[in-house]
């Protein structure tokens, strides 16, 4: 466990080395975690571990607001999203490293606007369940505002600690916090759709997995059909969350891509400027 201070903000950080070294040239696998009670430990057995041991370089951070990384009350935008990644690469002396973004559920949109917006350093895209437009970002709004409403005042947190519930308690207290005292709900409420022009911008290689059952199917259908190097793998029987229900058949399409992407890259002289 490491801390690093990116700005304002002290950054709960996680580096994997490869299993060979890797040279300057190769991507960066960052991997990019979901909203409130999520953080860095969601990937680290699943993907990450995995991905160092095939021989990418691995950096896995809590968000803003998120895990063991500092909560503020405001900046849980995309556009502050990005800028904290780029800060927290620069103070990690990574600031120009190729980057393969991995974003599960709100990171794979948080990762998508890190491609538009730094398309000279993002050169591969995989996004699991990201929810992009549509319905699904309303009722996803829905839900955290009636989750921040029953968690209010809640005597939830200390009633898990009474029965040695640490974790849960934690992860309580934590989704409490971001959904009350933050402006995380209209923040995400405030933030554009993306349309079929943005992902025509994309340049980079992008793997879409979804659950066959998941709402997000029709959003990453429109991604590939505008994002001219873009690929949807669909997961049988599932719903929304591959990333602890699938992990295998998950971990082989992901280390693919992965491969793929770094295999087939430019190098770092004939990136766009």
């Not at 095939?54 to 900046?75: I, Q």
């Not at 022009?197 to 259908?221: F, I, Q, T």
Request: some cysteine; charged content about 20%; aromatic content about 4%.
């Amino acid at each position: 466990m490491s801390f690093v201070r990116a700005g304002s903000l002290r950054f709960h950080v996680q580096q994997l080395p490869a299993a060979a070294p890797a040279g300057p040239d190769e991507p960066l696998v960052v991997f990019l975690h979901g909203l409130v009670v999520d953080n860095l430990s969601s990937f680290y057995c699943p993907l990450a571990l995995p991905a160092a041991r095939a021989g990418h370089e691995v950096l896995l951070y809590d968000l803003r607001g998120h895990g063991l990384t500092d909560r503020p009350a405001s900046g849980y935008d995309g556009r502050t999203a990005v800028r904290d990644l780029l800060g927290l690469l620069g103070a990690l002396g990574l600031g120009r490293r190729p980057l393969h973004l991995v974003g599960n559920s709100y990171g794979g949109t948080l990762a998508l606007h890190a491609a538009l917006a730094r398309p000279d350093l993002v050169t591969g895209l995989t996004l699991l369940e990201p929810p992009l437009s549509g319905p699904w970002v309303e009722n996803m709004l829905d839900t955290l505002s009636a989750a921040a409403l029953s968690l209010e005042d809640s005597p939830v947190p200390q009633e898990l600690l009474g029965l040695r519930l640490r974790k849960a308690a934690r992860l309580t207290a934590i989704a409490e916090e971001l959904l009350n005292r933050t402006s995380l709900i209209d923040d995400i409420a405030r933030s554009r759709t993306f349309t079929p022009a943005d992902y025509a911008r994309l340049r980079c290689p992008v793997l879409v997995v979804c659950g066959e059952h998941s709402e997000l199917v029709p959003g990453a259908r429109e991604l590939v059909r505008s994002a001219a190097r873009s690929e949807l793998r669909i997961l049988p029987g599932l719903g929304h969350d591959v990333l602890k229900e699938s992990s295998g058949v998950l971990r082989g399409a992901v280390l693919a891509h992965l491969g793929a992407t770094a295999a087939r890259r430019p190098r770092a002289g004939a990136l766009a400027p």
